[in-house]
C-alpha cells in the first residue's frame, strides 16, 4: 500500500488544522493506520492510531482531547483533526500502516508516507 500524506501548513497557536492520509494500492480497511510525528534530532513520536474499521482509537497523552483521528474506508482516508495546536505540536507529520498489529511503536508500522509539516507560531 502507498501513502501520502497532506494538510500541514502554518498556523497560529489554538488554531486548527486536519491531516489526510489516502491510501493506494491495497484495500485500506485491511490495515492499521497511526499517525507519527518527529522534529529533528528526536525520536519518531507516536501521535494516535486507528483500528480497521475505525471502532477503536488510541491517543498520547499529549494530544489526547485536542486531536481526533478517524477514517473513511471509501475513500482509503485517514484524517487527524487537530484543534488546539500548540508551540510543541510543530513537527513533520507522517501516517503509516500495517496489517496486523494494533501497535504505537513506529518499527511495528512496515509502510509510510511521506510527510507533511505543521508548523505552529505565536
Known amino acids: 500500500v502507498q501513502l501520502q500524506a497532506s494538510g500541514g501548513g502554518l498556523v497560529q497557536t489554538g488554531d486548527s488544522l486536519k491531516l489526510s492520509c489516502v491510501a493506494s494500492?491495497?484495500?485500506?480497511?485491511?490495515?492499521?493506520v497511526g499517525w507519527f510525528r518527529q522534529v529533528p534530532g528526536k525520536e519518531r513520536e507516536f501521535i494516535a492510531r486507528?483500528?480497521?474499521?475505525?471502532?477503536?482509537?488510541t491517543y498520547s497523552d499529549s494530544v489526547r482531547g485536542r486531536f481526533t483521528i478517524s477514517r473513511d474506508n471509501a475513500k482509503n482516508s485517514v484524517y487527524l483533526q487537530m484543534n488546539n495546536l500548540k508551540l510543541e505540536d510543530t513537527a513533520a507529520y507522517y501516517c503509516?500502516?500495517?496489517?496486523?498489529?494494533?501497535?504505537?511503536?513506529?518499527?511495528?508500522?512496515?509502510?509510510w508516507g511521506q510527510g507533511t509539516l505543521v508548523t505552529v507560531s505565536s
Open positions: 494500492g491495497e484495500t485500506f480497511s485491511n490495515y492499521v
Open positions: 486507528i483500528t480497521w474499521s475505525g471502532g477503536s482509537q
Open positions: 503509516a500502516a500495517d496489517r496486523l498489529r494494533t501497535s504505537t511503536m513506529p518499527e511495528h508500522y512496515d509502510y
